[in-house]
């Protein structure tokens, strides 16, 4: 599996600029290191700001995980056991999840993020990732054995575009799992985190709106509302969710819990989807 050209999925050739496309001509930059897939005109509005957002992230992001404790353990742990063959990880940021991959497993591991700085923190950690989004991946058809997109990556990405692209590179019975973010819990954790700024005169406004729509503004599209919702979004790319793992997070009380080195259970199944604040979705590409 090697990157190809994201605008005709030709091989790229390398130049001294950046690599060229052997088929349609179109070069690509490199910057500090970091070779830059993003087609250009493929790049919405929305996916230029996430990219910006988190640009201005990358500083602090390592140390902002630290502070999640045991949450991204719990939630990589579904996804490191999945991973073998040829590997991939869409979102995957600074490499955090990638370089947890125990190497016997791995033929070969790639990432990619939409934000260069991110990017840039990988590939100096020794990994091979480019800059491109999940909606346009720069992979050949049926060239990945295992499709990750560790904590939330893909919440502000297109769901659809992004699956459609999980389809075309996953081989036939490949296997993805991608974590994501349960609706209801999100708009609880938004009530309580608005209770606390009716307190304080400069939040208050901000804070009686967002409970009056029960934390409605912090809801992302792609939040999972029902696990038939979510499979059926896959189905429709010719991807079957077969597994779906949810973990409960309380606000204050399960960093509390975790102090005293208490961790929220895992529960599987449909029925952990309507409780639970990190949700992992497993699954396969169908054969045929
Ligand atoms: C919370 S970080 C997760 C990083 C890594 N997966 C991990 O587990 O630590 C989210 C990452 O997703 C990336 N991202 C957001 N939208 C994306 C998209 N549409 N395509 C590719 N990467 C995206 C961001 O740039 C960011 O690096």
């Known amino acids: ?54 640009d201005d992230l990358a500083a602090a992001y390592r140390a902002m995980v630290r502070g999640l404790g045991a949450r991204t353990e719990e939630i990589d742990r579904p996804l490191l056991e999945i991973a073998s063959g040829d590997i991939l990880e869409v979102g995957c940021g600074d490499g955090r999840l990638l370089l947890k991959l125990p190497a016997r497993s791995a033929r070969s591991v790639r990432g990619c993020d939409i934000s260069a700085a991110m990017a840039a923190v990988a590939v100096g950690r020794g990994l091979d990732v480019v800059v491109a989004p999940a909606e346009r991946l720069p992979l050949p058809d049926r060239s990945v054995d295992t499709y990750l997109s560790g904590y939330y990556a893909l919440r502000h990405a297109d769901l659809d575009r992004s699956c459609a692209e999980m389809a075309r590179v996953l081989r036939p019975g490949g296997r993805f799992g991608i974590t994501l973010l349960g609706q209801r819990a999100v708009r609880a954790a938004a009530v309580v985190a608005s209770l606390g700024g009716l307190w304080r005169a400069e939040h208050r406004w901000s804070a009686a709106r967002e409970l009056i729509t029960f934390g409605g503004s912090f809801v992302a599209p792609n939040d999972v509302r029902s696990s038939a919702r979510t499979r059926a979004t896959l189905a429709r790319h010719g991807l079957r969710l077969t597994r779906v793992s949810g973990f409960p997070r309380l606000p204050v009380l399960s960093e509390f819990l975790h102090r005293l080195g208490i961790s929220m259970p895992r529960l599987d199944g449909d029925a952990a989807v309507p409780v639970s604040y990190d949700i992992v979705v497993i699954g396969t590409r169908e054969v045929g």
Request: net charge positive; with cysteine.
């Open 1 to 54: 599996m090697s990157w190809v050209c994201p605008a005709c999925l030709g091989r790229l050739a390398p130049s001294t600029g950046g690599p060229v496309c052997a088929d349609c001509g179109a070069t690509y930059p490199v910057r500090d290191g970091v070779t830059d897939l993003r087609l250009a005109a493929a790049m919405t509005p929305h996916m230029r700001k996430v990219a910006a957002e988190w």
